[in-house]
Structure formats: C-alpha cells, structure tokens
C-alpha cells in the first residue's frame, strides 16, 4: 500500500510539474515595463474649478505574449509615488484619507490583448486599497519593432475612469471628484 502511495505522490508531483511547464512554455515573448519611458498619470476634478493632475513616479510590470496570441499585461505602481508637483499635497494623498500607501503599497493593473483583433478596447482590472474591480480601457497600440540600440520595443497607451468611491476613497466627497481619469503610457522592451 505505501508503494502505490508513493507512486501516486510522485505522479501527482510530475503532472504538476508538467502543468507548470506547459504554462511557462505558453509564454513566446516576455516584455519588461521600461520605466524610464512608461508613465501613470491621473486627473481629478477639484471643487468645479479646474482638473488636478498627478503620476505615479514609481512602476515596473511585464508584458507576456503568449502561443495563442494574447498578451498578458501586468503593471505594478508604488503608491507613495504619487506626484503632484506639490509635497504637501502629495504627503495628504499617501495618508488612509486616499492611497493609504503604508498599508497597501502596491496598485496594480492587469489586463489581456488579443493580438489577432483589431481592437479600441480591452477589459482590465485595477487593484487599489485592497479591492479589485473590473474596468474597460480604451486601447491605442504604439509602434512595435528595433529601437537604434537594436532593442525589440512595444508601446501602448490606455485610458479609463475609475470611481475613487469604489475603493472607500472617500474622503472630501463633493469637493474633490469621484471620477478619476487613468492614463497608461506603457514602453516595454523584449527580454
């Protein structure tokens, strides 16, 4: 009994080995997020009277092509790099009154492509003061090919709107907007 115990143990360890494999190998092409040349900015009414805007200083993510021809997005933003072009401002947004970036660190974004159709949208989802919800961004493909160093780069650019009240970021409700305008400028460069 101990032997075919064994035996199926070591089955059970194969096969999932093999799954990770066969996971792993599914990938073609992995693109790191060139920082340098990436961006995540944001806009938000303030009081009636003009758009506030901001960035996120801080990213890094990957872009995986895969067999079947989606590309798998994954971006991660550090959250107390939030940028106003103003310290004091910036230091209220990284409190629990908004981004909370002591307790939750990382904002994510994820999303997948199908490289095989022409596409204006793709669904996504933001992760944010540890919830995560659905979005829809609109989709503009940038150039695709060798950089004058003979890198193979990509480039994309998306937008959504997400509610700031769907994460519980809820404070001064009335005064700032609810409505938060997201821009991703994503270059990425082929490992």
């Known amino acids: ?42 806009s938000v009414n303030h009081m009636g009277y003009t758009e506030m805007r901001g960035r996120f200083n801080k990213l890094q993510g990957n872009v995986d092509v895969t067999k079947s021809g989606t590309a798998n997005i994954n971006i991660e933003i550090e959250a107390a790099s939030v940028d106003t072009n103003h310290e004091k401002r910036d230091t209220h947004l990284r409190s629990p009154d908004f981004f909370n970036a002591k307790q939750f660190p990382i904002i994510t974004l994820k999303s997948n492509l199908n490289l095989n159709k022409a596409t204006k949208t793709i669904a996504g989802e933001v992760s944010m003061l540890g919830k995560t919800r659905k979005v829809e961004f609109a989709l503009e493909k940038g150039k695709e090919g060798k950089d004058p160093w003979g890198l193979h780069r990509i480039g994309y650019t998306a937008q959504t709107t997400i509610k700031r009240s769907d994460f519980g970021m809820n404070f001064m409700q009335g005064g700032i907007g609810d409505d938060i305008i997201v821009q991703v400028h994503i270059e990425a460069v082929q490992q």
Do not use: P
């Open 1 to 42: 009994m101990l032997h075919i115990r064994k035996l199926f143990t070591g089955a059970v360890l194969a096969m999932s080995t093999l799954s990770t494999v066969a996971l792993a190998t599914n990938v073609v092409k992995t693109f790191a997020v060139d920082a340098n040349h990436s961006s995540v900015n944001f």
